[in-house]
């Protein structure tokens, strides 16, 4: 098929057949304002870099990025730097590319999906790129026998293979954010209880308390617990009021007392955690203290 070496010839080539069209441009190019067309484009860069500006949103436009821009949404060129700036345009009729749409392979959604996660911009990676590129070539052909059907082919080729990375990354970038949230709310949760352990030392905190108290299952605090301080809870609480023992100790409390204020409802369990954790039975350390 022909490839134009000007945008606007591209565009009305497209518009006039109602497919699509190709523009590979190699020359200087100025920035111009903002305008918007009446067909899909990607934009695609072989070499250089400039700042693209889509419905009032900036992005850096590195070579290997592409650029989905729906019908209608306005874009320009906001900046551009001192190299020349090669680049493919592709301009799409919209209801050619959704004429080939099926129930699981909805080669629209590059242009119509837009999300706060993920927006118009693909970076591909350098095997990406030259596939890219190999689609391209394909389409670039001189023309032959049923070479309407061949580009065919090949544009939809592309367009599978652009919709199956745009949604990759699209899937990737929402597992992420996904992680992340709940990243920050295990950190939170943790957080309230070690806060609530600290603050209730004397009182009675088994597993399921616990557990009732923050409305979570107690094979879940033992996990999330275990995963984010890397011991269990009962040996962190257990850690706690021995250390809180030591300190009252220090005071002047004696060991029966102490048992009882930092949490233990047994004596005889008292002695050996706290003989197990410090070396010397509490009497001793007392004494030493």
Do not use: W
């Amino acid at each position: 098929m022909k490839i134009h070496t000007s945008c606007k010839q591209a565009i009305q080539d497209c518009l006039d057949s109602q497919t699509f069209a190709i523009a590979h441009l190699y020359n200087d190019e100025k920035t111009m304002n903002i305008h918007i067309h009446d067909c899909y484009e990607i934009y695609y860069s072989i070499s250089g870099g400039k700042q693209f500006l889509i419905d009032s949103r900036f992005y850096d436009f590195h070579p290997g990025d592409i650029f989905f821009i729906n019908q209608y949404e306005s874009h320009c060129l906001s900046q551009i730097d001192n190299v020349r700036h090669e680049r493919i345009v592709l301009s799409i009729y919209p209801d050619f590319v959704k004429r080939f749409c099926t129930e699981n392979t909805d080669l629209d959604i590059c242009f119509s999906c837009r999300d706060s996660r993920f927006g118009h911009r693909l970076s591909l990676s350098p095997e990406e790129q030259k596939r890219f590129l190999y689609c391209i070539h394909k389409l670039s052909q001189e023309a032959g026998f049923g070479q309407e059907l061949l580009d065919q082919a090949a544009f939809l080729e592309l367009m599978v293979f652009l919709t199956g990375c745009f949604c990759s990354r699209r899937a990737e970038e929402a597992r992420l954010s996904a992680n992340s949230r709940a990243s920050t709310e295990s950190a939170y949760l943790i957080d309230q209880i070690l806060s609530y352990v600290n603050q209730n030392l004397t009182e009675e905190l088994t597993l399921q308390m616990l557990a009732d108290h923050f409305y979570i299952s107690t094979s879940y605090l033992c996990r999330l617990f275990r995963e984010s301080t890397g011991t269990t809870i009962n040996r962190y609480i257990t850690a706690r009021r021995i250390t809180h023992a030591k300190a009252l100790l220090a005071e002047g409390y004696s060991v029966t007392e102490t048992c009882s204020l930092c949490g233990f409802r047994d004596y005889s369990n008292f002695l050996k955690a706290f003989t197990k954790a410090v070396g010397i039975s509490p009497k001793k350390y007392a004494q030493f203290s």
